[in-house]
T-cell receptor, first 115, second 112 residues
Framework: DAGVTQSPTHLIKTRGQQVTLRCSPKSGHDTVSWYQQALGQEPQFIFQYYEEEERQRGNFPDRFSGHQFPNYSSELNVNALLLGDSALYLC??????????????FGPGTRLLVL | QKEVEQNSGPLSVPEGAIASLNCTYSDRGSQSFFWYRQYSGKSPELIMFIYSNGDKEDGRFTAQLNKASQYVSLLIRDSQPSDSATYLCAVNKGSNDYKLSFGAGTTVTVRA
């Protein structure tokens, strides 16, 4: 049973560039959430995708955008990178339910360093 | 006030002892509660989830939930050096709120 996969594992970018991170959910899951975890901090919710739509968004600027494909995989795009975007980006998959509360399983993460 | 608060730690326990981790949450309507373990440089790994008041046991781990006191805890029995990690408490409000809100984590060190 394949778990959540993310690519790439590590990435180095410079300020102002754009980056795309990818996630494939756990087999049987249809919902993908993205979190940002700065060094020494707890994960912060970016957004969640269900049925190819963003159904909830956290307190992140519009520079952060995403997409979900028909096979439930997802991308996170960040434009105009800032030094403060350096973090571990976590994808979590779950089986979508109408009201929330489903268990989320995290992938290994993508570590982004912005220079 | 943060939505989820954990005892700050770090927590150091001898091998074989019980480690007790605490978490409080601010929204009385919160419905789902999770404990994740995160090793340094790795992603969070689910240990337990609990939805109802009372205790839930899984191997050496016991989660306890008291909704009236807005309190959830995790006990690790017979602590092993491999349990040394940061433990994250996460809460979901439900009612069409899908995000997990995390506490800052408690770092546990098990001394051999």
């Amino acid at each position: 049973d394949a778990g959540v996969t993310q690519s790439p594992t590590h990435l180095i970018k410079t300020r102002g560039q754009q980056v795309t991170l990818r996630c494939s959910p756990k087999s049987g899951h249809d919902t993908v959430s993205w979190y940002q975890q700065a060094l020494g901090q707890e994960p912060q919710f970016i957004f969640q995708y269900y049925e190819e739509e963003e159904r909830q968004r956290g307190n992140f600027p519009d520079r952060f955008s995403g997409h979900q494909f028909p096979n439930y995989s997802s991308e996170l795009n960040v434009n105009a990178l800032l030094l403060g975007d350096s973090a571990l980006y976590l994808c979590a998959s779950s089986l979508g339910q109408l009201a929330g509360g489903e268990t989320q399983y995290f992938g290994p993460g993508t570590r982004l360093l912005v220079l | 006030q943060k939505e989820v608060e954990q005892n700050s730690g770090p927590l150091s326990v001898p091998e074989g002892a019980i480690a007790s981790l605490n978490c409080t949450y601010s929204d009385r309507g919160s419905q789902s509660f999770f404990w994740y373990r995160q090793y340094s440089g790795k992603s969070p790994e689910l240990i337990m989830f609990i939805y109802s008041n009372g205790d839930k046991e899984d191997g050496r781990f016991t989660a306890q939930l008291n909704k009236a006191s807005q309190y959830v805890s995790l006990l690790i029995r017979d602590s092993q050096p491999s349990d040394s990690a940061t433990y994250l408490c996460a809460v979901n409000k439900g009612s069409n709120d899908y995000k997990l809100s995390f506490g800052a984590g408690t770092t546990v060190t098990v001394r051999a």
